[in-house]
């Protein structure tokens, strides 16, 4: 008897059949994966308008590193753009004030006014075009539970990381507004390392155009003005550079920053994905034996290490595997 090859009319229009079938099941995967991209993009950027376009006040918690920081956020707009004021309730006495996309924040302890750049962690729960570009880009979308927070119904959202190299992210949204009422930032173990959370808040209502001015106005005459660059840090070519950094990252700042105890100023790079940063500090090697490795305070990890004659640190709000691959890619021009 003749063994067949599986070449016959039958083996063949078996293996058509399943070409055909394995063809649409990858078409259906792109098709949900493009239709989930849409989703995201199209959420992300209603969210983004309400935070916008809305009027709102309430009372916003920040929690981090087992430390609990509240803030009264009003949020008005006019003909003139946005305007927002934030005043910490505990701590330190603080005033943010945001006009369109400049800020100031007034310390009275201090006698001090800083002009910041405006960052995501400033905005909440604004989303900034790099917020949305990062989130659309680099993470998975998927819908999750309906929770009530402050007293409104709110949709919760997951945003999990096409790759390890940064942390996922879990906002909810206002059902009636799209507004987001609390964000969650994820560790590699999914338990939240950083939340923001509004425990009341009233939308859609009118806000006076005083209400949103600074409390110290005019300053008094003592007060000192400084504009702040990220990190205080002297702008400047270091000659250091990273060779592979994790996609999507991007270099923001470079230059050299005075840290206490140390004699001589040190090389700090700082690069970003939109929504976290990551800072790169080298320095000559000390005289004193140092931690070499990863290491974790709260939601930071930071990895060290030797190279050559020189101590390279690198800190981040994201996993361990994006920290030391920054660390072992830095290299001097």
């Not at 983004?48 to 929690?63: D, E, I, P």
């Not at 949709?155 to 009422?181: C, N, T, V």
């Not at 976290?276 to 070499?292: G, K, L, R, T």
Request: proline share 6%; net charge neutral.
């Amino acid at each position: 008897m003749r063994r067949s090859n599986g070449a016959g009319p039958a083996a063949a229009g078996r293996h058509a059949w399943i070409g055909l079938r394995t063809g649409l099941g990858v078409g259906a995967l792109l098709w949900a994966s493009l239709a989930l991209a849409d989703d995201a993009t199209r959420w992300l950027q209603q969210a983004a308008a309400a935070a916008r376009q809305l009027n709102y006040a309430g009372t916003l918690v920040y929690t981090h590193d087992g430390r609990v920081e509240t803030s009264r956020v009003l949020h008005m707009v006019d003909v003139h753009g946005e305007h927002e004021k934030l005043v910490n309730l505990d701590g330190p006495a603080r005033e943010v004030i945001r006009n369109n996309e400049q800020v100031r924040c007034y310390y009275p302890d201090a006698k001090i006014i800083r002009i910041e750049p405006r960052t995501y962690r400033n905005s909440f729960p604004s989303l900034l075009p790099q917020q949305l570009d990062t989130l659309a880009a680099y993470y998975f979308f998927r819908k999750a539970e309906i929770a009530r927070i402050a007293g409104l119904e709110t949709q919760a959202y997951i945003f999990e990381p096409k790759d390890g190299m940064r942390y996922g992210h879990k906002l909810w949204a206002d059902l009636a507004s799209g507004l987001l009422l609390k964000a969650q930032l994820m560790n590699d173990r999914n338990v939240p390392i950083e939340q923001f959370v509004f425990t009341d808040i009233q939308i859609g209502i009118k806000i006076e155009r005083d209400a949103v001015r600074p409390s110290f106005r005019p300053p008094p005459a003592d007060w000192e003005m400084r504009e702040s660059l990220p990190g205080d840090v002297v702008q400047q070519d270091t000659g250091w550079l990273v060779r592979e950094l994790p996609p999507g990252f991007s270099k923001i700042v470079e230059g050299y920053r005075t840290l206490r105890g140390k004699v001589a100023p040190v090389a700090h790079l700082v690069f970003s994905d939109g929504l976290v940063a990551v800072s790169v500090f080298v320095e000559p090697m000390p005289q004193a034996p140092q931690p070499v490795g990863l290491s974790q305070q709260g939601g930071i990890n930071v990895y060290s290490r030797q190279l050559n004659d020189h101590l390279v640190t690198v800190l981040g709000e994201t996993p361990g595997a994006t920290v030391r691959q920054i660390a072992f890619s830095v290299a001097h021009r």
